[in-house]
Structures are given as structure tokens and as C-alpha cells.
């Protein structure tokens, strides 16, 4: 039998920001504060590795209140009737069993109501054991979207020409995440 392992993503220490391009030559950030995940790796062949997330849309922070808002709008988000974005995989490609290894997780993204596929390139950090007993790995990603594919569509034209916010949005995560003990794995069942 696959030795199969489940971790759990540490919002603490997980970081996931995004980056567009506003009035075509200035790059803004945000990131999302609120995160729950599990990845599920199995061992011996990690292509049948999974991970499901979900961010608190309304979580986003860009620094600039009014453009937090905004982007939590109708124009955007639209939070109020889509309170999450949902990422699960559909399968892993590559072996990352050594820090600096690369693989690819493909899967599924919800934002809006609407999922389209993505490829997310990805870099194993490393694994070990935390000070307070337990065990923890790392992983950063990166993937650009379209973001009119999930109805984000809202824009200005410049005068100057050009638009006033990106279509291309980039996407980076660093993820840390603690294995799940067997205790854990029992209460949970």
C-alpha cells in the first residue's frame, strides 16, 4: 500500500498574492489573508498527489482601502455572491522529492462562479520538523490567468491609450503547510 500523507496549509505562513498592471506601466499587489487547504501526497508516486483550497475572497488586501472595495465589488470579485475562490487539483506532473525540484499542478480555479483550468509552475521548498513537535514541507507556485476568462471584465479605457487595469493577472504562492498526525487523522474520520 502507497504511503499517503495529508497536510494542512498554515494560513500564518502561506502567502498568496496577485499582481496586475495599472494604467498599463505600474505593478499593484494584494494577497488574501483568509486560507484553508490539504494536500494530499502520496509518497511513493506523487503524481497521484491532490490539493484543495479555499480563499475568503473578502480576504484580499491591496494597501488601499477604496481599491479593496472596489475589487470586492460587482466589478470584481463580487464577494457578496462569491465568498470564495476554490482551487482542487487534478493531477500532478513531475517528482519533487528534493528541495529545488520542479513540478506542475494542474487544476481546476473558481473565482466568480466560473472554473477554467490552470497550470500552476511549482518548486519544492524542503520538509522538516517544526520546534513544537511536528512536521512541515514548503512549495512556492506561479501561474498567470486572463482574468476576463472568470468575468472579471470591468475596465477603463485610457486616453492615452491602453487600458486602465491588466487583463493579465499573475499569481505566486508560498505555501507552508503541517503534516497531519495520526491522532489528528482519527478525530477527523
Known sequence: MANKTTWQLDPAHTNTEFSAKHMMFTTVRGHFTDLSGTIRVDEEDPSRSSVEVEIDASSLDTGVEDRDNHLRSGDFLDVENHPKLVFKSK???????EPGDRFKVIGDLTIRGNTHEVTLEAEYQGRGPD???????????????????????????????????????????????????????????
Open 91 to 97: 493531477r500532478v506532473e513531475g517528482s519533487p522529492r
Open 131 to 189: 520546534p513544537w513537535g511536528g512536521e512541515r514541507t514548503g512549495f512556492s507556485a506561479s501561474t498567470t490567468i486572463d482574468r476576463r476568462d472568470w468575468g472579471l471584465t470591468w475596465n477603463k479605457a485610457l486616453e492615452a491609450g491602453g487600458i486602465l487595469v491588466s487583463n493579465e493577472v499573475k499569481i505566486e504562492l508560498d505555501v507552508q503547510a503541517v503534516k497531519e498526525t495520526e491522532k489528528e487523522k482519527q478525530e477527523a474520520a
